[in-house]
């Protein structure tokens, strides 16, 4: 299906609706252009999401990650193999590791096993996740930070191995705030049904600005190592910060699953600012939504839900009509971006950064 004769014909005909030689893409444009959605949760032998994903001309990265309460590390892979073999040609995936056996002389050695059987199995990559530096703690009692060098063999093993790494390092600033001062509706909403991980409540855990150091640190001390932080990499409340970030790091780029709500904030104060923001760092942002499908989801609801995100999401970037949406209170402008942007944003940079096979970057 993603041959290259059709992804011939797919680029004479996207020149041809969209206009030869067009710098902008429209909102009809949606179904024509090759996408990837890099941040996607297939837990599930259910394959709908895949299905609206070639319907609406999209490959899926699916994520494997240790969350307490999920399907476990190797039940989740299990999930997207079985994805994979359905639609070798729509779906790859990332790979996760657990800190369970944190305390253990064969941590490293153990988890360096685990990771290599995955990669020989496909895996472009693995995720790192909010429980180091928020949940797991030492023997000593002390917080996991991701910048302990316990972890540094295991990287340096995916570094050669020529693999990716993930990071949901932290979580949004609103996290340490009340709820009714929090920017976006969705944080809003999460934690309140997360009192757990709403550190507002809990002051005795880590800070933003010491995770997000700790986060730095670690990127700052393996530069031979391919970093995508995700949701903006928790620097979502500020395209400047991010920015500096970008500068400092360019071993990192970062995915917008889960975050366009907060460019969608910024862009109501400051609309030129965020695009300018987009266009400068091309290279370094990826497309992807954070939605997902579990053994107990409503196939269909889930279908539904990952299509209109997509279509709201491409209507923002690549048109510049007013708009609403349930996480942000009042109305937005799309930021039309060029198409060349666009192009970068939502598949280049996604097969640059994940070492997406050629046969699959399309
Ligand atoms: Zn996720």
Redesign the pocket.
Known sequence: MRSFVRTIQFSALVLLSAGCGSEYYSAADFQKVEKIDT?T?LNSLDTSLVEQARQDNFLLLT?N?DVPGYATVDEQKKYALHQIEKFPDDVKFLTAFTLQNWSSDNWQSETIEQLRLAFREGALGIKLWKNIGMVYKDSAGQFIMIDDPKFDPVIDFIIKENKTVMA?IGEPKNCWLPLEKMTVNNDRNYFKNHPEYHMYLHPEYPSYDEIISARDRFVEKHPDMRFVG?HLGSLEWDVDELAKRLDRFPNMAVDV?ARVPHLQFQSQTNRDKVRDFLIKYKDRIIYAT?EGISTDSDPAQAKTELHDHWLRDWKYFATDEMMTAGEVNGEFQGLKLPREVIDKIYHDNAVTWFEIPSENGR
């Open positions: 941040h949760h994520i990650v949901h995700a699953a954070d």
